[in-house]
C-alpha cells in the first residue's frame, strides 16, 4: 500500500521542497534555513546558495545551513548537494581557503604566494617572513631584492639608482635616465621624470622655444609651429588665438597673419566687425572707395557717404539727378505734394512746378495755384 501526506489540506505520495515527512504522515514545514530537510525540521539536506544562510555544513548524521562555512572549510558547489568541504592540506597544503586550490593560509611550515602554498618563496622577487608565513613581495622600486623588501638588488622600470639606492624621484634637478639619475637632455634646461621632456630650454640657443609635443612630452624647438609664435620672453612657443581672439596664425605677440573665419583681419588683428569706411573682402578688411564713407561687399558699393556728397543709387555725387536734392548726404526726391518738379536745399523750396489738373505756379521756392499781388501766371513756364 502507498503511503499518502498531509499537506495543506491535500494527500500527496511525497512531501514538497522544504517540508519533511513526519511520523505522523504530515508534511512539517523545515526550518527557514533549509532548502530541504529530513526527519526534523532542524535537519537540513540542502540550502538556497542565494539565500543568506548557503552554507551547508554537514556533522556527524544532522546537518544546517549557515551564513558560511566553519574555519579550516570552504563551500563547495562541486559537491552534491553544494557544502561545506574541508581545505585541502595534502595536495595543495592549504590551511584555510575560499575554494579547493584557492589558499587563505598554509599548513605548518608552508609560505602562501598568490593564493598558493610553497615550500620555499620565488628567489629575488618575494623575501619569506615566517611571522605569517607568506612570501613578501619586493618593494615597488626594486625589480629584485633580497635580506628585506626595501634592499634592492636591482631597480624597477619606473625607479633608478641613487647613492646605493633605488628611488622613484630623483633629486632635482636630475631625472631617471636608463634606470640612473642623470642630467637632462643637452636641449634642456630644465626636464621632468625623464631627460628628454622639457620643461624649460635655454633663450640664448638655437632651440629657444618649448613646445609639447604630447600631452606630458616637451621639446626645445628653433621656431614654433603654425598657429603659435615664438615667446622669447618666457622661452615658450604661445597660441595665437590666446593673445589675439580669432587669431590662427601669427609671429609676435602684436603680428597675426590670418584669422579664423568668422573673423576679420585688419592691421595684424582680428575684429568681429571691419571698421568704419572698410568692407569684408573674403576675411580681410579692405578699404572702401573714396567717396564713401561705408559699404558693403565692393569698394564702390557705397551705403553712406563722406563730406558733402550724397547718396544716390549705391554711389555718392555732388549734384543729385533732376527731381532730387541732397538731404543728410541722400539724394530724395523733391515733394510731390508741395507740386515740386525740382527743388534746392529742402524737399519743398521747388525751383519748378509739375504739371497738376489744376495749374500751379512758382512763386518764390513754392508751387501755388493763385499767384500773389503784383504778379501775374505765366503759363508758358508755370510761374508766376
Not at 621624470?193 to 635655454?202: E, G, M, Q
Amino acid at each position: 500500500m502507498n503511503l499518502l501526506y498531509l499537506v495543506n489540506s491535500s494527500c500527496l505520495s511525497s512531501c514538497p521542497s522544504s517540508y519533511f515527512a513526519s511520523s505522523v504522515l504530515n508534511c512539517d514545514p523545515c526550518l527557514a534555513t533549509c532548502l530541504t530537510c529530513s526527519f526534523v525540521n532542524s535537519n537540513c539536506t540542502s540550502c538556497n546558495l542565494t539565500s543568506a544562510y548557503p552554507a551547508l555544513n554537514i556533522s556527524g548524521s544532522s546537518g544546517s545551513c549557515l551564513s558560511a562555512c566553519p574555519l579550516y572549510f570552504y563551500l563547495s558547489k562541486a559537491a552534491t548537494p553544494p557544502q561545506c568541504v574541508k581545505c585541502d592540506g595534502t595536495t595543495y597544503r592549504c590551511s584555510t581557503c575560499s575554494d579547493l586550490n584557492v589558499c587563505l593560509t598554509c599548513i605548518a611550515n608552508y609560505y602562501l604566494n598568490n593564493n598558493s602554498c610553497t615550500s620555499s618563496c620565488p628567489a629575488d622577487t618575494t623575501i619569506p617572513s615566517s611571522a605569517n608565513w607568506t612570501c613578501v613581495a619586493c618593494s615597488p622600486q626594486c625589480a629584485t631584492c633580497s635580506i628585506s623588501i626595501n634592499n634592492c638588488t636591482s631597480c624597477s622600470s619606473t625607479s633608478a639608482k641613487y647613492n646605493g639606492s633605488c628611488v622613484t624621484s630623483c633629486p632635482y634637478p636630475l631625472v631617471i635616465n636608463a634606470g640612473t639619475c642623470s642630467g637632462c637632455d643637452s636641449t634642456c634646461k630644465v626636464c621632468s621624470l625623464v631627460s628628454t621632456n622639457c620643461t624649460a630650454c635655454f633663450t640664448t640657443s638655437t632651440l629657444p622655444y618649448l613646445t609639447t609635443t604630447t600631452a606630458f612630452l616637451g621639446t626645445c624647438v628653433s621656431s614654433c609651429s603654425y598657429g603659435y609664435y615664438g615667446d622669447l620672453t618666457n622661452g615658450v612657443c604661445q597660441n595665437c588665438s590666446l593673445l589675439n581672439i580669432g587669431c590662427k596664425n601669427c609671429s609676435s605677440q602684436t603680428t597675426c597673419y590670418s584669422c579664423d573665419p568668422t573673423y576679420v583681419f585688419y592691421l595684424n588683428t582680428c575684429l568681429l566687425t571691419v571698421p568704419l569706411g572698410f568692407y569684408n573682402n573674403s576675411g580681410k578688411a579692405s578699404a572702401c572707395n573714396s567717396t564713401c564713407a561705408t559699404c558693403v561687399n565692393l569698394g564702390n558699393n557705397c551705403t553712406s557717404c563722406v563730406g558733402n556728397l550724397s547718396f544716390s543709387g549705391n554711389t555718392c555725387t555732388s549734384t543729385c539727378p533732376t527731381g532730387q536734392v541732397g538731404v543728410s548726404n541722400v539724394c530724395t526726391n523733391c515733394s510731390a505734394t508741395a507740386f515740386c518738379k525740382t527743388c534746392y536745399t529742402t524737399t519743398t523750396y521747388c525751383t519748378s512746378c509739375l504739371l497738376a489738373s489744376t495749374p500751379v505756379y512758382l512763386s518764390l521756392g513754392s508751387c501755388v495755384t493763385t499767384c500773389p499781388n503784383y504778379t501775374y501766371p505765366d503759363s508758358a513756364n508755370l510761374s508766376c
